[in-house]
């Protein structure tokens, strides 16, 4: 190429100007000729990127759209360029073109990013989109598509209902991602030549991505301890076998019955072995991804539930029940009622006899958005955002519903999100998700203070997922936090002893 020719002469004269006039070492004139090189690799990038854009125009011609990360030549007599939509910043750029018909619809919806980012959200879509993290990472196991000079996985699927073709790529030396969606009729002559007009232009910059999860470090912790006023909290870090990689940060729960564990998360019931010190997988049930809560009662039996899902048990691995018409259930410890809340504060308490499932209408006034209800022997414990508008707040009540008292934070307003409550022998304790902090109160319900996770847990910045009070009074947690390096999110276990 003749840029390429003009610079190996450039080369070749700076490297003997240097030499004879200036008197550099060699060291010095090997910094020059790597500085020279450098330049001769961009130079080539920049022609690379000016050739697939000429080719890009000659193809499709029409209007040019130029977001930066990539250019795009589309005839505007059958696109429309939706900019309300679109997003184009450095660093980041996104738009959204479409085919309009005479519903007011779209025959072809093609959305276009780039961004300049870690490699998380790229490696959570491939498996959102069905490839395998190690196999398209160390087996090469996937065919691509070169789209915009990029080489692309396919994925084709749904988007409510409607097909949806998408492309998806990572160029590592660029720390950019890619993500093209085509919703409607992807072949449609008019969207190939849409994507035959798009340049894609990324510069590699060096960028080498984290360890992917299988060559990361795994989560570990101490025992440690933590005083607030006079109650101490101890906690137990519970390694898990084959450790639980999950790119779902919020819906997990956990339930104990005897010497099992049962953890609810990815659509999946796990089940392990727990000894005190460590849980050990041993087997597992395919159930709904709507699936958000299980739970354990008083005679071994395993519930889970869901929005919108039959409320199922399960006892030594057996299913025993399913009730249809529910959403999710916090049982009551006996097995033989629960409460059916979804969001609002019109709930259903449901019976349970003989096989039968029976309902009635219950409310809890005083919150307008229930984010988590938790039952045991003496109370309910309703915890979401006050119907008066003063924040975050835990409501108690007795097993007929009717509040006993209302836990704040220390100045008696809102708190973070609780999603889990539990009675202690001193009074009770709340984890609180957003505020990544163990509250705990008095029996009359006054504040006593909080314990940050890093104090306790050892974590960076977990979420509190789900947790459940044990027989002998100690509760087992399970949350979810980043790895150090960065090489995925984890859940892991901890058992809290002391209060």
Known sequence: MKMKKILAALLALMVTFSLSACGNTGDEAETTTAAVETEAVKADNTEKTSETQAAATEAVGGEVLDAGLWTLNYDSEVWTYDEEDSYIEEGYAKAILIIPNSDDGYIANVEIRVSIDDAADFRSSLKNYGFDQYEYAVN?????????????????????????LRYIARDEAASATVFIEIIGDAADQRVKQLLDGLAIHTEDIGNVDGPWYWEGEPFSASDSSAMVGTVTVNSQWLPVTDCIITDDIFDHSVAVAGDKVYILGDSTLKQYAYDGTSLVYESEIECGEEYSLVQATDDGSIWISGFSEPLQCFKDGV???????????????????????????????????????????????????????????????VCGYAADDSGHKAYIYNTDGVLQMTLTDAEGEGLG????????????????????????WTKDGVHIGTIEDRDLFGTNYPWFCGSTKLSDGEILTVMTDEREDESAVELVAFRLSGF
């Open 319 to 381: 299913q025993t029940a399913s009730y249809e018409g529910t959403d999710t259930v916090s049982m009551h410890p006996s097995g033989e009622w629960g409460i059916d809340w979804f969001s609002g504060s019109e709930c259903e308490k449901i019976t349970l006899s003989g096989g039968t499932i029976s309902s009635s209408p219950i409310t809890f006034a005083e919150v307008s958005t229930i984010s988590s209800l938790t039952i045991d022997n003496d109370y309910i414990y």
């Open 417 to 440: 999100s609780i999603t889990f409550m539990a009675q202690t022998s001193d009074g009770f304790l709340g984890f609180d998700g957003n505020m990544r902090e163990l509250v705990l």
């Open 140 to 164: 090469n196991a996937y065919d691509t598509v070169n789209v915009g000079g990029v080489d692309c996985l396919m994925q084709e699927g749904e988007y409510w209902g409607d097909p949806c």
